[in-house]
């Protein structure tokens, strides 16, 4: 049986491991790359911009080239929150204001749990299972020019693509497994970094502090979804008093049209 990589300690024991971190970047970035420690919970002095964000897994390859975060998200986030992680670790390598210079390609990889819950502006719902945003400049004919190589990497297993490259598919399968079917995943353990993973986060693997550490993050993780749907219900009724319509209040809370029409009819 596999623990739940929705788990914050779950996902920190497997990711935080050489062999899989290091798997994990060469199927989802196409690179290999050389490190020297995994950091957990990273914080930069002094502070990039006004947000004081913490990193979940953060590593630099050795040569200082490139640094790689990994951030897992369990419930629906706004682009907003990854794009600044990304752009601050970009911004955080200028450190004066003589050098312009960006000496590190810097990649963000976002590993959602939850289907999406948000759509683009036009309305449409957003339903990728992987999403890809690269910094280069390109000509007004289309062609890009490749001068700084910063990627940002969304990952969601929820939102299954056949298209989706088999070296991928493996990881986001480790991911819905884990979550869906702990008890009989399917997985290619023929890659060295799938079968790292499974060895440990399997349930017998982990220790009686992990388990305890483990059950306590989804006590919290329980208290707070429960904390955010009531702060959303509260909105909620606030707009009901507005003349938007419950299209408008679904999207501007994230609760869905029939929980806004319920409210509507108390």
């Not at 959303?232 to 929980?259: H, R």
Request: net charge negative; aromatic share 8%; glycine share 4%.
């Amino acid at each position: 049986m596999l623990g739940n990589l929705d788990n914050e300690v779950i996902f920190k024991k497997a990711f935080t491991n050489k062999i899989v971190f290091k798997a994990f970047v060469r199927d989802v970035l196409g690179i290999e790359v050389e490190i020297d420690k995994i950091e957990t919970e990273k914080k930069f002095e002094p502070k990039i911009g006004y947000v004081d964000f913490e990193l979940d897994i953060f590593a630099e390859t050795v040569d200082k080239r490139i640094c790689i975060e990994i951030q897992r998200v369990e419930y629906d986030h706004h682009f907003d929150r990854f794009l600044h992680y990304f752009l601050m670790l970009i911004a955080e390598q200028q450190k004066s204001s003589k050098e312009y210079n960006i000496q590190q390609t810097v990649y963000v990889i976002v590993v959602l749990t939850a289907p999406y819950k948000i759509s683009e502006k036009n309305g449409k719902p957003i339903l990728d299972e992987v999403l890809l945003l690269k910094l280069n400049p390109q000509t007004l004919q289309g062609e890009v020019r490749d001068l700084y190589g910063h990627q940002f990497v969304c990952l969601n297993p929820n939102h299954p693509n056949k298209e989706t490259p088999k070296q991928i598919r493996d990881w986001l399968d480790l991911i819905y497994q884990s979550i869906h079917s702990p008890e009989r995943p399917v997985l290619n353990t023929q890659n060295e970094g799938i079968r790292k993973a499974v060895e440990l986060i399997s349930f017998e693997n982990l220790t009686p502090e992990e388990r305890t550490e483990a059950k306590n993050k989804e006590a919290a993780k329980i208290v707070l979804t429960k904390e955010r749907m009531a702060e959303k219900v509260e909105i909620a009724k606030n707009l009901l008093q507005s003349p938007l319509s419950s299209k408008d209040i679904a999207k501007y809370t994230g609760l869905t049209i029939e929980q806004i029409e319920t409210l509507r009819n108390v």
